[in-house]
Nanobody, 123 residues
Framework: VQLQASGGGTVQAGGSLRLSCAAS????????MAWFRQAPGKEREFVAV????????RHADSVQGRYTVSRDTTENTMYLQMDRLKPEDTAVYYC?????????????????WGQGTQVTVSS
């Protein structure tokens, strides 16, 4: 499975962006996809996760109520709608995937990764 993230850019605080992650190749039953982000000098952290089959989601506390993860199974694409962005949301955002399992938040649980897309929020 190959993942391709896109949609990053520069936005002012309070603005919105939508990231996309296109998946190509064969995905297994109950494929799990997630978003992570990594700010300069910090560890890569969990942002959101979605079950491809059931559509159930989880979001990190830091983005709850501002970000929404979704997927379009016909387009094989996962999205991350980011609203009310803050300067501390600035990071490289990565999409990740794995076959089966639960809605994991640990990056070690994912074996497919996209290349990352930069999101910069100016104050």
């Amino acid at each position: 499975v190959q993942l391709q993230a896109s949609g990053g850019g520069t936005v002012q605080a309070g603005g919105s962006l939508r990231l996309s992650c296109a998946a190509s190749g064969r995905t297994g039953d109950n494929y799990i996809m997630a978003w992570f982000r990594q700010a300069p000098g910090k560890e890569r952290e969990f942002v959101a996760v979605i079950s491809w089959t059931y559509g159930t989601t989880r979001h990190a506390d830091s983005v709850q109520g501002r970000y929404t993860v979704s997927r379009d199974t016909t387009e094989n694409t996962m999205y991350l709608q980011m609203d009310r962005l803050k300067p501390e949301d600035t990071a490289v955002y990565y999409c990740a995937g794995r076959n089966g399992g639960a809605l994991y938040r640990a990056r070690e649980q994912y074996n497919y990764w996209g290349q990352g897309t930069q999101v910069t929020v100016s104050s």
